[in-house]
């Protein structure tokens, strides 16, 4: 079982058969990978006895998705988040490490060692919840955006964390890994193995002074080296730079004994700015998504069966205790930061487990001489085991509605931005418009009343907000006092008419672009105020009759002189007809609008006829001239 392509195959197949199977109930797919290592690890034994260098292994995918997150966030964005960052996360780290380490004390154990605990069990874990957001389209929510503000901060925690821990030792000095015999391990590439000679405030001293290594490097080194790469023009030199780059963070930071994720964080966030960041990203996203599977998968396989039954019900009890804390201290902000239902129970759910750097952190702890080894392994045990309920939560959540009947609709979003214009709705007439807007650099704020249709838009990574748009506290939120232009697009003809009057009455010179169904939606539309209206089929229809006219003998010229004719007439019709159109009465039944309907037909076919008479004559009157000539 130790050969490399056999681990391989069973791998790679375990996640084809179980994944798909988990997507199609319903499950996600981080709770396939999980389930399929489980099964050809502890249920079948088909992963040898090296699962925990596997798992080392595919932390290299947590490692990738650190990296290309911090590629995401600028630091100016960084700087904008500060009050999530430093308030809400900082909040959920404190409170929680403080909860659980008078819990654990309460225990009967050092107080040195429950502050160690707490700081371990406040971490979530990024990979899976990241994942699982990101798979339900939920990323972009109001409360998949505080999940991950959450997140990041837990991730930033980790540094302070890695240089504190060392300081809890009772020596004030680290302890040496050590090998059965009690000899120091053979480990050149770690500062572990000198860690005899290395008080507890150098070992801080040094992981300062690495961070700010990344940093200048990011800053400084990068770009010289991508210019140099670029002049071989080979792609594969681009993917090999960019896995080199992150590897030998990887290994800066582990030589360190610090998270190697945690560097490449920071070495993304540095080169958010930079003109290969694209390329990066790119590079880097196969191997994430592939060695992030690993990664579950490994989670799966590694769990210590024997352990758990060893001492079951205790384990289950404090991991269901870890889960109750984390909800409760969440709950708590998510009231306090005053977060809708609808989030409020995503985010409280969502980050309801211990994470991955939980492992990083209970190794460096026993090697510090913090925690004991036996406290140790309970702690992977219990971390691990609140990573495998992780989909379960997210299920609990997706299907809230059975149990929490109270629960109002969800709560519009909190509209964070705001735009020169203003689009409310966002149904396939929107969709265009906002795609034109955007194609030349403009910036809007798009409104919808379907969460199903917001959610969909923000999968494919275009922001809109939830939230009824005829609501003017919703307006004001989006900017309507200072936008320039709003386009209502919205279904609900009631809606739309409602809308543009509020629009009309706050501001006079406000431009508003409305979208109609027929004449008499027109009408309303106008007299409510809007400028510019728009009739949803008309456009398309009108050149679907050029292209008929064309197939008919006409020239390219002639239809589209034909068609730019018609249009400017209807344009001119329309508005001479909404000053005979009465609401309420048919249109069919006013005998003054109905005459005037059939007097500008046969003008538009006496226009028409006199167009198309004139350039059969300048036609004919072309070949005379150049004769001339």
Request: net charge negative; no cysteine; hydrophobic share 50%.
């Amino acid at each position: 079982m130790e050969n490399f392509f056999l681990q391989a195959t069973i791998f790679l197949g375990a996640a084809l058969i179980a994944v798909p199977l988990a997507a199609r109930l319903g499950l996600g797919s981080v709770l396939g990978y999980i389930a399929a290592g489980i099964v050809i690890g502890p249920i079948l034994g088909l992963t040898g006895n090296d699962t925990a260098g596997l798992q080392h292994f595919a932390e290299f995918g947590v490692v990738v998705m650190l990296f290309l997150i911090g590629l995401e966030l600028e630091p100016r964005t960084l700087w904008d988040m500060r009050h999530k960052l430093l308030g809400l996360g900082g909040l959920q780290v404190a409170l929680t490490t403080g909860v659980i380490m008078g819990l654990t004390y309460m225990m009967k154990q050092p107080w040195e060692e429950a502050l160690a605990i707490g700081l371990i069990l406040s971490l979530s874990s990024t990979a899976i919840v990241l994942q699982t957001l990101t798979e339900k389209g939920l990323i972009q929510t109001a409360g998949g955006r505080n999940v991950f503000s959450v997140l990041l901060t837990q991730d930033i925690a980790v540094i302070p964390m890695l240089a504190f821990l060392p300081l809890l030792a009772v020596s004030g000095r680290l302890v040496p890994h050590t090998t059965a015999d009690g000899h120091a391990a053979p480990d050149a590439l770690s500062l572990v193995s000198y860690a005899d000679r290395i008080p507890g405030w150098g070992l801080t001293l040094i992981t300062v002074g690495a961070i700010f290594f990344i940093i200048f490097a990011g800053v400084f080194l990068t770009r010289p080296l991508f210019r140099y790469i670029h002049h071989a023009r080979l792609r594969e030199m681009y993917t090999a730079f960019a896995l080199l780059m992150v590897v030998s963070i990887a290994v800066l930071m582990d030589f360190v004994g610090l998270s190697p994720a945690l560097g490449t964080f920071l070495a993304g966030v540095v080169l958010a700015n930079s003109e290969f960041r694209h390329e990066l990203e790119s590079d880097l996203e196969p191997f994430k998504g592939l060695l992030l599977g690993l990664f579950f998968i490994t989670v799966g396989a590694g769990f210590d069966f024997a352990g758990f039954f060893g001492d079951p019900f205790r384990i289950l009890a404090l991991t269901l205790l870890l889960i109750g804390v984390k909800i409760g201290v969440l709950y708590v902000l998510a009231r306090l930061w005053k977060l809708k239902p609808h989030d409020r129970w995503l985010f409280t759910l969502g980050l309801g487990q211990a994470g991955e750097f939980g492992f990083v952190l209970v190794s460096f702890a026993a090697a510090t001489g913090v925690l004991g080894v036996a406290l140790g392994q309970k702690l992977v045990l219990i971390i691990a085991l609140s990573m495998l309920i992780t989909p379960l939560l997210f299920i609990l959540y997706e299907n809230r509605t059975r149990w929490l009947k109270s629960e109002p609709d969800p709560e519009p979003d909190e509209i964070d931005e705001t735009g020169s214009v203003i689009i409310a709705g966002i149904g396939r007439f929107g969709q265009t418009v906002n795609a034109l807007v955007r194609s030349v650099g403009l910036k809007s704020v798009v409104l919808d009343n379907d969460m199903t249709v917001v959610q969909t838009m923000r999968s494919f990574g275009h922001k809109g907000y939830f939230g009824d748009p005829t609501r003017p506290d919703l307006l004001k939120a989006a900017g309507i006092e200072n936008a320039k232009v709003l386009v209502v697009a919205v279904d609900d003809h009631a809606a739309a008419v409602k809308l543009v009057k509020y629009a009309r009455q706050l501001r006079e010179d406000l431009h508003i672009v409305a979208r109609a169904r027929d004449e008499v939606s027109v009408y309303e539309l106008y007299e409510a105020g809007a400028d510019d209206i728009v009739r949803e089929m008309f456009d398309s229809s009108l050149r679907a009759g050029r292209y008929v006219l064309e197939n008919l003998g006409f020239s390219e010229y002639e239809a589209a002189e034909a068609e730019d004719e018609f249009f400017h007439h209807d344009r001119a019709s329309l508005k001479e007809l909404a000053a005979l159109w009465k609401p309420g009465i048919p249109i069919e039944k006013n005998a003054e609008y109905s005459a005037r309907v059939k007097e500008l037909y046969s003008e538009l076919e006496a226009a028409l006829a006199a167009r198309q008479q004139r350039s059969k004559e300048a036609a004919r009157a072309a070949p005379d001239e150049q004769a001339e000539a």
